[in-house]
């Protein structure tokens, strides 16, 4: 299955893809939202490029988990986005993506000798718009792996389910087993 993930915002989405065995997401850069023509086919490219089988795409729930009004258009966009491109939509809560790609990038900032983080001088308009993109695209990777984490951790905790199960159908006929032995 290969999921592509979308961090929808105003101006830009943030696009993110996971490898094929579904184990790690990459960002894959941001989409500028001009008009919906030209931002569906844009989405539209990059699912054919990728062969996705899943969109999932963020929501901004509220502090305690509730729908905010920006997430109900987000959800309305998306879902008229997966029929546009024929792929079904997952929603998934979205709340810090963004303070974390935010975070993670600080943190890959390269540092020059003699200079402090961060103490270079203001880059331009382009080089603003240029972070603010790998940003969204970084906050659409976070996303994804949260996903994918999560559903790797659950198929390991079915598959324990599943192991537990044999293991006591297993012990229960061999008592059966023993208790014929014994019977005859």
């Not at 809560?93 to 270079?120: I, K, W, Y």
């Amino acid at each position: 299955m290969v999921i592509v993930s979308l961090d929808v915002g105003d101006r830009r989405i943030g696009v993110a893809v996971a490898d094929a065995d579904g184990r790690l997401a990459t960002p894959v850069g941001a989409i500028m939202r001009r008009d919906m023509a030209g931002t569906r086919a844009a989405i539209s490219a990059i699912v054919r490029e990728r062969g996705a089988t899943l969109l999932l795409v963020g929501v901004p729930l509220g502090p305690n988990g509730e729908e905010t009004p920006r997430a109900t258009g987000i959800r309305a966009f998306a879902s008229g986005l997966g029929a546009a491109v024929g792929l079904p939509v997952t929603f998934r809560d979205e709340r810090f993506t963004t303070q974390d790609a935010l975070a993670r990038a600080r943190e890959a900032e390269p540092v020059t000798p003699g200079r402090r983080r961060g103490s270079r001088p203001p880059p331009s308009a382009h080089a603003r718009e240029a972070a603010r993109r790998r940003v969204d695209a970084m906050a659409a990777a976070v996303l994804l792996q949260a996903h994918l984490d999560e559903m790797r951790e659950m198929a390991g905790l079915a598959l324990q389910d599943t192991l537990a199960d044999a293991i006591a159908e297993a012990a229960t006929d061999a008592v059966a087993e023993a208790a014929r032995d014994t019977e005859g």
